[in-house]
């Protein structure tokens, strides 16, 4: 079952349970926001039912409490961060911050990173330049989970790309996986067995394994050596533009580890303590082109005018950004939604860590 | 019926045409290098070709021979430039070239440009950048051409977004609408006869027109106030990624139009001399991240995992650049296709200003 929670005092948890793997109190105060910020927008997927994951990367050392981002080369323009394993949450806030501090100083900053972790959301990134009134940008690869077109077995990652920009009433925030669907949606539709709606997962290449009981196949799909993999953005031919979402994840594939000079999507192994994902991060000042109100308001009254479209009936119009923003809205409000089975997980971290969880989750 | 031609003597011809509209010789061996370029890489349908509808907007004005493009804005890592409805390729070199000495001498270069005019592929322009040794990406707005998620009537152009980056043995490069298809590509399956083999077109939201034989329907795409428009990369309904390519067109907007303060797709009508697309183009010096070769060779040997992987039968795998590639070794060696209606058109504009072109097409 889904109950709402109240978001500060789940925000209170998560800073005590960071603060118990030795984080730091300012290093537990940026996990707990970024989390929080992931459920108040709605994407539950990426937000506190995540930290599961991370509790195991801390326990068997793929995330390094105490590392810290290290600058290994830097122009007025440009850094590369190693993450040195770190959190990836908190080398994705700091990455971004020198991206922000570069744009604000030069017009334009962009770091790439490497021997990162799973940073969450691209779109917080994004979102913190578009907070600055910057335009922002985030990339992460991943381990190989998308079908080149035509091949039989995956090579790039679900790398998604995500930008944000300043616009009224909302802030456009796009962010999306260059695969049709991120892997974490196919586990959704399989805990709720259901069969996927369109052609997500395809077998030798492009035979779709649409059946939630398809179970060896999609197994598989954790399988770096399978026949398995995920459709990149416009499906497994040419026809539907299936090149295109494979292009658009190689080209993120530049931005994080060619860049960086860290690992590629074919070379991050689930095990390896050694190997880990690379991120970019760009800010770009809108005002070197213009004046900025001017800009932002001519970006929002495109906006509008798309938002005011005749539409399908039932099914109106959505710009990137207005979702989250109403999810956030409703969220702040009335609570968080956390499944029983996730929050007898956290609070089961907070047990073992000796925190007494009991208030925050009345 | 379609023929070779040597490229050097077309390349001679589209001069001495470009030439006898006035043009300076520099501006005329330019625009007919971008143009056979493109014809030598395969994409017909956007070199000599064109040069039909060029013909027609410098006869009734929309292409103003003696305006040049102007630098109303600029940092060191950025500019805007009012084109001013001068040629549209000769728009982009200029900007094109702005952004690679920006990126020489800062690292990277972002350029807008805002009352330009059709500038042909976005690719040849993000190729300059490579073949500079530098990244580079290029993208154009164009009249409202693609539905917007659920809307019933287009309002985002058909937006591409190219990239390349130096890689051996082939140069990568990128160049896609960010709508399934182009409009291009509606006319060929038209002229040939041929259904449509995917949803590239939708009328009332979601309904496919998919038969060659919906004259209506396909004429209507011409009509900016039709209920027909060209689909999203992703096709038409969330479940296959509908909204990331609507989400892709619209951050093109920015790039091309939002930032330079020029019209939005929208607001580019076709027969309004007053209102042009917008465009961008950035270059990046990979050296500010890292030693140039060193990345160049780590890009290289992705890219040939990508190739080396198992595939559909018959169907290899293929990363973009490859195809131009062979493309242009084939052609350069073999001459550029040209079908006889084109030549005719061309020897037709030949004639008309006065130009001996018999020794070009022998």
């Known amino acids: 079952m889904v109950k709402r929670y109240n978001s500060k005092k789940i925000e209170q948890l998560i800073y005590n ?72 949450q908190l080398n994705g806030i700091y990455s971004m911050r020198l991206a922000i501090e570069k744009a604000k100083q030069h017009g334009i900053g962009i770091v790439t990173t490497r021997n990162s972790g799973h940073y969450g959301i691209a ?22 989970a998308m079908l080149p077109t035509h091949a039989t077995k ?12 300043p616009a009224n009433p909302n802030t456009f925030i796009f962010d999306a996986a260059t695969t049709t669907v991120p892997q974490g949606k196919i586990e959704v539709y399989r805990k709720l067995g259901k069969d996927m709606p369109a052609l997500w997962v395809a077998k030798d290449g492009e035979t779709p394994v649409n059946s939630h009981n398809d179970t060896k196949d999609l197994d598989a ?15 497994v031919t040419e026809d539907t533009g299936s090149h295109k979402g494979f292009g658009l994840g190689v080209i993120v594939e530049v931005f994080t580890a060619i860049l960086s000079m860290g690992n590629t999507s074919n070379e991050i192994t689930p095990d390896d303590l050694s190997v880990g ?32 479209l005749p539409s399908v009936p039932g099914k109106p119009v959505i710009v990137a950004g207005d979702k989250e923003a109403a999810a956030y809205q409703d969220r702040s409000a009335n ?6 089975k996730t929050l007898a997980e956290v609070t089961g971290i907070a047990k073992r860590l000796g925190i007494d969880y009991a208030q925050y989750v009345d």
Chains 1, 2 share one sequence.
């Open 154 to 165: 995956a090579l790039v990652g679900t790398n998604p790309i995500a930008f944000a920009m």
């Open 277 to 308: 994902p690379c991120q970019s991060f760009v800010a770009i000042d809108p005002s070197i082109f213009g004046d900025k109100d001017a800009i932002i308001a001519k970006f929002s009254a495109y906006l509008q005018a798309i938002r005011d």
């Open 221 to 235: 799909l954790r399988d770096l050596d399978s026949n398995v993999g995920l459709a990149p953005l416009g499906g």
């Open 17 to 88: 349970i960071y603060k118990g793997y030795g984080f730091t109190e300012k290093e537990s105060q940026e996990v707990a926001h970024m989390l929080i910020y992931t459920d108040l927008i709605g994407i539950e997927s990426h937000g506190v039912q995540r930290m599961i994951m991370y509790d195991d990367f801390i326990r068997n050392g793929k995330i390094r409490v105490h590392n810290q981002p290290e600058v290994v080369k830097e122009t007025d323009v440009s850094a590369v961060v190693d993450a040195h394993f770190g959190l990836g």
């Open 335 to 340: 609570g968080i939604e956390i499944d029983d």
């Open 123 to 144: 779109g917080y990134y994004a979102n913190m330049a578009a907070e600055e009134g910057l335009i922002g940008l985030s990339s992460c690869n991943s381990r190989s």
